[in-house]
């Protein structure tokens, strides 16, 4: 890698994404080789040309700080969402910023959310299609929390049965419904349990069929599993 990046005179950025994941991937798949995780040490010997650039993502955990600590790597926080992003996205979920017990929608939102923007998508999926919106049905959503697991729990105790959530854990591509009814024994629960995990899925648009909207859920599932 360092002598293809020492060829290349364009400016270049690299992005690493989810390295984060390294650790709980290593607790929760037996079937992989220590080596094929050793991101962090093959990104700490790499030898940057001026032109070049990496851009790593990931959470705040331990694994990454020799990065910074040992290898002038900068580290830069990502700002919590303000009351204008939230508002924004209210606006793409065509929701209606109300006053809500003399408090605006959106900040009581982003209170809830506190400035999460993936927390805050969930809960605009929620009261998406509700006629009324009010305290009432917004305090039954858990506030959030680090990795979201109040509200994964949240979800998984209103499904009849976790084989859906089970199924969908372990797949990495989309699957029909009509798909899933082949898949699943018993599919009498299949479109409630849909309905009720509508937050946490998502269509895919080009090829058809759903998936879960964001890997937390996967994880979440996983480690329950496990």
């Known amino acids: 890698l360092n002598l ?28 992989l080789a220590v080596d094929k995780t050793r991101i962090i040490e093959f990104i700490s010997q790499i030898i940057l040309p001026s032109n070049i650039t990496i851009l790593l993502s990931s959470q705040p955990v331990d694994e990454i700080q020799i990065l910074i600590s040992d290898h002038d790597y900068k580290q830069i926080a990502l ?23 003399d408090e605006k929608l959106s900040s009581f939102l982003l209170r809830k959310s506190q400035g999460n923007p993936l927390y805050l998508t969930y809960v605009l999926k929620n009261i998406e299609e509700q006629t009324i919106i ?48 082949e898949i699943i024994p018993q599919t009498r629960n299949l479109g409630k349990n849909l309905k009720i995990l509508k937050p946490v899925i998502t269509q895919n648009i080009s090829r058809g069929g759903i998936r879960l909207y964001h890997d937390s859920f996967r994880r979440f599932i996983i480690e329950k599993l496990s």
């Open 79 to 101: 700002p919590y969402w303000n009351i204008s992003n939230t508002q924004d996205l209210m606006q793409r979920f065509q929701i209606d910023d109300n006053e809500i017990e």
């Open 4 to 31: 293809i990046l020492s060829k290349i005179h364009e400016p270049l950025t690299i992005i690493i994404d989810g390295l984060d994941h390294i650790e709980r991937t290593l607790r929760n798949e037996t079937s």
């Open 134 to 181: 009010n305290k009432n049905i917004l305090n039954n959503i858990p506030d959030y929390d680090f990795n979201l697991a109040s509200y994964y729990e949240y979800l998984s105790k209103q499904l009849e049965d976790t084989t859906l959530t089970d199924i969908l854990a372990c797949l990495e591509f989309s699957v029909t419904e009509a798909e899933l009814k």
